[in-house]
């Protein structure tokens, strides 16, 4: 059963950072792409990005790109999303995704929200 438990996530200001954590279990985090999606009041879960099983392969959405670092340490079982220059327009409750197989691709995790088992999440509010 996958079990996936995000953290970090608070209130700052805009121009500030903070690092995300998601802690998974319940399948062998090595082999499954990770991604992150937030979504606001009011809108959809939208991708934020995503990371392939080993780390080779990263992906961002543009509104993040230069600002937004995905990494992941398989041998803790966790991924991390490092936010910096953070914007009123971030602000957002962030979920931790996980692909639903070992087939399913870093860019197919992030195409849609069909492809992943989620966490509960964590806001983040970034105040201007």
């Known amino acids: 059963q996958v079990h996936l438990v995000e953290s970090g996530g608070g209130l700052v200001q805009a121009g500030g950072s903070l690092r995300l954590a998601c802690a998974a279990s319940?399948?062998?985090?090595?082999?499954?792409?990770m991604g992150w999606f937030r979504q606001a009041p009011g809108k959809e879960r939208e991708f934020v990005a995503s990371i392939s099983w080993d780390g080779g392969m990263v992906y961002y959405a543009d509104s993040v790109k230069g600002r937004f670092t995905i990494s992941r340490d398989n041998a803790r079982n966790t991924m991390y999303l490092q936010m910096s220059s953070l914007k009123p327009e971030d602000t957002a409750h962030y979920y931790c995704?996980?692909?639903?197989?070992?087939?399913?691709?870093?860019?197919?995790?992030?195409?849609?929200?069909?492809?992943?088992?989620w966490g509960q999440g964590t806001q983040v509010t970034v105040s201007s």
């Open positions: 995704a996980q692909g639903r197989g070992p087939w399913t691709t870093a860019y197919e995790l992030g195409a849609t929200t069909s492809n992943s088992y």
């Open positions: 319940g399948r062998t985090f090595s082999s499954y792409a």
